[in-house]
């Protein structure tokens, strides 16, 4: 009976953990829910852009394969954007190119001609990487504010804090670490959307700048090949002639033939 009632009275008597992420939301009110809220948000709107960007990238990606071993094949380029997907942007750039050429006839100065080829397919590149580079913008600017606002919530959590600590009268370090502590988890949620933001962005943006340079050698590839009346061409490398060459390359040089010399006696 005695270890019992020794066992109950140190119960009761532990401490109680009445910290943590709920209570601090609680103290925090409308305001800190707010907070929370539009880092969610962000953290969302983050992620579906860096899923759904991914996915257009590899799409194009993909595309872009096809170019290479079906597309200049052909024998002109409205049959060879016969074999590309439609509303690709490979298939943009050879419409926007075979408008430009038809237009192109009806100049007389032959300079004027071809910056006007130039100038269309430039343009269509820019429109292209242009809706590369849509929902980039909504990364860098996670990235950017997303600390400051948890940090917006750590500063009202802590006035809160401040104020309650100030009316009970009591300034004693368990007073005081916990509702701090508490305030703290906005920042450490804002770096939590901030980082992946700016990472996701980066990572994009370093992918767009090696579709921006496909694009850029297939519209060179483009404007040659109209100007020189189909006559110029890219060299197509196949998948399995680029295994070919290779397994050529690294095979061993041929030995010499050996000459066998007989020798003659006389008698």
């Known amino acids: ?6 066992t109950a009275a140190a119960g009761e008597a532990a401490p109680q953990n009445q910290f943590g992420f709920m209570e601090a939301m609680e103290q925090g009110g409308v305001i800190a829910w707010a907070i929370f809220g539009v880092l969610v948000i962000m953290s969302v709107g983050s992620f579906y ?3 759904t960007k991914l ?21 002109s380029l409205k049959d060879g954007a016969t074999k590309l997907e439609k509303n690709s942007a490979w298939r943009q750039l050879v419409d926007d190119a075979l408008v430009a050429e038809e237009r192109h006839g009806k100049m007389t100065d032959k300079l004027e001609a071809h910056d006007w080829m130039h100038g269309s397919l430039q343009r269509s590149e820019d429109s292209i990487n242009a809706k590369l580079a849509g929902g980039l913008p909504f990364l860098a600017s996670v990235g950017a504010t997303a600390p400051f606002i948890g940090l917006l919530g750590t500063v009202i959590g802590i ?9 009970a009268g009591s300034a004693s370090i368990d007073k005081v670490a916990g509702p701090v502590g508490e305030a703290l988890i906005m920042t450490a949620i804002g770096l939590l959307v901030a980082v992946p933001a700016v990472l996701a962005y980066n990572w994009l943006q370093s992918r767009n700048r090696r579709i921006a340079e496909k694009l850029s050698s297939f519209s060179t590839d483009l404007l040659a090949n109209i100007n020189s009346n189909g006559a110029i061409k890219p060299a197509v490398m196949t998948s399995t002639s680029t295994k070919t060459a290779a397994t050529a390359a690294k095979a061993p040089a041929a030995k010499p033939a050996t000459t066998t010399t007989t020798t003659t006696v006389k008698k």
Not at 1 to 6: I, N, R, V
Not at 57 to 74: C, D, L
Not at 159 to 167: E, T, V, W
Request: hydrophobic share 45%; net charge positive; charged share 20%.
């Open 55 to 75: 996915f257009e990238q590899r799409k194009i990606n993909s595309q872009y394969e096809q170019v290479r071993s079906q597309f200049w094949r052909t024998n």
């Open 1 to 6: 009976m005695t270890f019992e009632l020794l």
């Open 159 to 167: 006035y809160r804090a401040l104020i309650n600590i100030g009316l």
């Open 49 to 51: 852009i860096l899923f």
